[in-house]
């Protein structure tokens, strides 16, 4: 029995556009975290963290071009908050101690 490539597509194009849809809301909720620091932090850190932020931002956008490699998307975008929240964690720890 021959899979029905009419139906294989329409499933593909539905999943391209969920993972889409997800990008979509993780570059909003970074424009909005890309806010909130502006608002917070001194210029210099907001400098710092505002290139931080772009940093994450370009990484999911080279992801979301290869829409075929969910898993890599995914993998990007969870190291790269990793790596976010581990350097801001960092950074408010050392506050701490110099207070």
């Known amino acids: ?4 490539i009419k139906l294989m597509c329409e499933q593909f194009s539905m999943f391209s ?12 909720s970074l424009i909005i975290v890309e806010r909130i620091l502006l608002l917070r932090f001194n ?3 907001v400098l710092e963290d505002y290139l931080a932020v772009m940093t994450i931002k370009l990484r999911i956008l080279y992801a979301s071009t ?11 975008i ?6 976010y929240s581990l350097q801001s964690f960092n950074e408010v720890y ?6």
Do not use: H, W, Y
Request: charged letters at 20%; glycine letters at 2%; hydrophobic letters at 50%.
């Open 1 to 4: 029995m021959a899979p029905d």
């Open 17 to 28: 556009q969920i993972i889409l849809v997800g990008v979509f809301i993780i570059q909003s």
């Open 43 to 45: 210029k210099l850190r």
């Open 66 to 76: 290869e829409v075929t490699q969910s898993s890599r998307l995914i993998d990007i």
């Open 78 to 83: 969870i190291r790269s908050f990793q790596l």
């Open 94 to 99: 050392k506050s701490i101690q110099i207070l």
